[in-house]
């Protein structure tokens, strides 16, 4: 048995002029789809029941049954499709055309034209563009095409042929095969913007994939991959790592039922080479494309690819304040280093002043007011600073200002980070003089 079955198309329509007219061909035209398992119902009874064995022993000899396993409800045996069936974008639509002459002259010059009509283009389908020279009684041309289908919505199979007759008159008919095209998953996708501030490589984004299966028969998901844009390197985030072998979190037969939905993570970072610039970060960002490859019944394959995904990328407005450095716990009243990085987002040069404001908690050490010179466009300049905590547990660091002489615009960035402050005790001594001290 051969893998595909030609079954008919919904309907088709011929010109009404067309219609009035004998034609000495018969134009059929057929879809190219994949055969199904066959099934059947088991029916069984216990052997004291009044049947007794009878259903065991029609089973055994129902030839769709798998010897061994009768009550299995797949067997097998293929069956042909009976119907048009569905179309989903991604598939590839094959048909199967053939002319047949069914009279009893000898035809010239026989033409066969088949275009696709959708909502927004008209597609040439056929193989040869070139004229058969003659074709004799009861013999036929065939031609098979493909096209993967990338729109939704209403499409026009349009079969055209023209001919002459022995008597020289040229003939031409067309008929019409509407069909709809459904989609097959609904995508949805989400962003999450993570600045890694203690790294040269910044403004991670986390990508979240939601894929549903919104057709009627299960899916195995063969690919569901992310293409990034040129700015930026992605990681999966689909697998589980255990020693050497790492394990998607779906499970090894990644299927997908009927309306059901799967998430897909991936995490996004920009290369070096854009990372360092400030205007790449700013306004919407294109961040790459999915392309999500099935299989449906007996191999049956489809594919889809997402337009360019794009989110809106977080304003730092004119001057962007981050940390290069700084420690994940710190002494009490013990004076500790952080490394501040400051970039100039904006497409001017800046005359920037820094001004430090002890706030309860956290106090800086050092000259507040002082003047940090011109930055350029895109440019940055790293601080090292010093300050210390007076309240234990996990305080806030804040109190910085910015402030461009230029423009005399001033930029405050408080809760910049959070930091754990530990009281630490040597000796009794130490802690009665701490004690006194808190009093």
Same mark, same amino acid.
């Given at each position: 048995?051969?893998?595909?079955?030609?079954?008919?198309?919904?309907?088709?329509?011929?010109?009404?002029?067309?219609?009035?007219?004998?034609?000495?061909?018969?134009? =059929?035209?057929?879809?190219?789809?994949?055969?199904?398992?066959?099934?059947?119902?088991?029916?069984?009874?216990?052997?004291?029941?009044?049947?007794?064995?009878?259903?065991?022993?029609?089973?055994?000899?129902?030839? $769709?049954?798998? =010897?061994?396993?009768?009550?299995?409800?797949?067997?097998?045996?293929?069956? /042909?499709?009976?119907?048009?069936?569905?179309?989903? /974008?991604?598939?590839?639509?094959?048909?199967?055309?053939?002319?047949? +002459?069914?009279?009893?002259?000898?035809?010239?010059?026989?033409?066969?034209?088949?275009?696709?009509?959708?909502?927004?283009?008209?597609?040439?389908?056929?193989?040869?563009?070139?004229? #058969?020279?003659?074709? =004799?009684?009861?013999?036929?041309?065939?031609? #098979?095409?493909?096209?993967?289908?990338?729109?939704?919505?209403?499409?026009?199979?349009?079969?055209? #042929?023209?001919?002459?007759?022995?008597?020289?008159?040229?003939?031409?008919?067309?008929?019409?095969?509407?069909?709809?095209?459904?989609?097959?998953?609904?995508?949805?996708?989400?962003?999450?913007?993570?600045?890694?501030?203690? $790294?040269?490589?910044?403004?991670?984004?986390?990508?979240?994939?939601?894929?549903?299966?919104?057709?009627?028969?299960?899916?195995?998901?063969?690919?569901?991959?992310?293409?990034?844009?040129?700015?930026?390197?992605?990681?999966?985030?689909?697998?589980?790592?255990?020693?050497?072998?790492?394990?998607?979190?779906?499970?090894?037969?990644?299927? /997908?039922?009927?309306?059901?939905?799967?998430?897909?993570?991936?995490?996004?970072?920009?290369?070096?080479?854009?990372?360092?610039?400030?205007?790449?970060?700013?306004?919407?960002?294109?961040?790459?494309?999915?392309?999500?490859?099935?299989?449906?019944?007996?191999?049956?394959?489809?594919?889809?690819?997402?337009?360019?995904?794009?989110?809106?990328?977080?304003?730092?407005?004119?001057?962007?304040? $981050?940390?290069?450095?700084?420690?994940?716990?710190? +002494? /009490?009243?013990?004076?500790?280093?952080?490394?501040? =990085?400051?970039?100039?987002?904006?497409?001017?040069?800046?005359?920037?002043?820094?001004?430090?404001?002890?706030?309860?908690?956290?106090?800086?050490?050092? #000259?507040?007011?002082?003047?940090?010179?011109?930055?350029?466009?895109?440019?940055?300049?790293?601080?090292?600073?010093?300050?210390?905590?007076?309240?234990?547990?996990?305080?806030?660091?804040?109190?910085?200002?910015?402030?461009?002489?230029?423009?005399?615009?001033?930029?405050?960035?408080?809760?910049?980070?959070?930091?754990?402050?530990?009281?630490?005790?040597?000796?009794?001594?130490?802690?009665?003089?701490?004690?006194?001290?808190?009093?």
């Amino acid at each position: 048995m051969q893998g595909k079955r030609q079954s008919g198309l919904l309907s088709n329509k011929m010109d009404v002029n067309q219609a009035k007219q004998e034609h000495l061909l018969a134009l =059929k035209v057929m879809r190219l789809t994949k055969p199904t398992l066959f099934t059947n119902m088991p029916v069984t009874c216990e052997d004291r029941d009044l049947p007794g064995d009878l259903f065991s022993r029609l089973m055994r000899e129902d030839p $769709s049954t798998i =010897k061994g396993a009768e009550t299995l409800m797949l067997g097998e045996m293929l069956t /042909l499709p009976q119907n048009f069936g569905n179309i989903f /974008l991604g598939e590839t639509f094959s048909s199967y055309i053939s002319v047949h +002459n069914d009279s009893n002259q000898v035809v010239k010059d026989i033409l066969v034209k088949a275009d696709l009509q959708t909502s927004s283009q008209r597609l040439n389908l056929s193989a040869s563009n070139s004229a #058969v020279s003659e074709l =004799k009684p009861e013999c036929c041309i065939d031609d #098979v095409i493909h096209h993967e289908v990338k729109e939704i919505g209403t499409h026009i199979l349009v079969c055209a #042929v023209s001919y002459t007759t022995q008597s020289g008159d040229k003939l031409y008919f067309r008929k019409f095969f509407k069909f709809q095209v459904l989609k097959p998953l609904d995508v949805k996708t989400k962003f999450y913007n993570a600045e890694s501030d203690l $790294s040269s490589v910044t403004d991670e984004v986390f990508l979240e994939a939601q894929i549903q299966n919104i057709t009627t028969s299960p899916m195995f998901m063969e690919k569901v991959s992310l293409e990034p844009s040129m700015m930026y390197n992605v990681s999966e985030l689909n697998t589980v790592t255990s020693g050497k072998e790492s394990e998607s979190t779906f499970g090894k037969m990644s299927y /997908l039922q009927p309306m059901d939905t799967r998430q897909y993570l991936y995490c996004l970072k920009p290369k070096p080479e854009f990372a360092e610039k400030a205007g790449v970060i700013k306004g919407v960002t294109v961040i790459g494309k999915l392309d999500i490859v099935w299989k449906t019944n007996l191999g049956e394959r489809g594919r889809l690819q997402t337009s360019q995904l794009q989110r809106m990328a977080p304003g730092y407005g004119d001057v962007r304040l $981050s940390l290069e450095y700084i420690p994940d716990t710190v +002494n /009490l009243e013990e004076p500790f280093d952080i490394t501040c =990085k400051i970039t100039n987002c904006s497409e001017r040069t800046m005359d920037l002043l820094l001004e430090m404001c002890n706030t309860r908690s956290v106090h800086w050490c050092g #000259v507040s007011g002082r003047q940090l010179g011109k930055l350029c466009p895109s440019a940055s300049l790293s601080i090292p600073l010093k300050l210390l905590s007076s309240v234990q547990g996990l305080q806030s660091i804040s109190g910085l200002r910015l402030t461009d002489t230029f423009l005399k615009r001033t930029y405050e960035y408080d809760d910049i980070a959070q930091l754990l402050h530990l009281l630490v005790l040597h000796d009794t001594g130490s802690l009665w003089r701490k004690k006194q001290h808190l009093r």
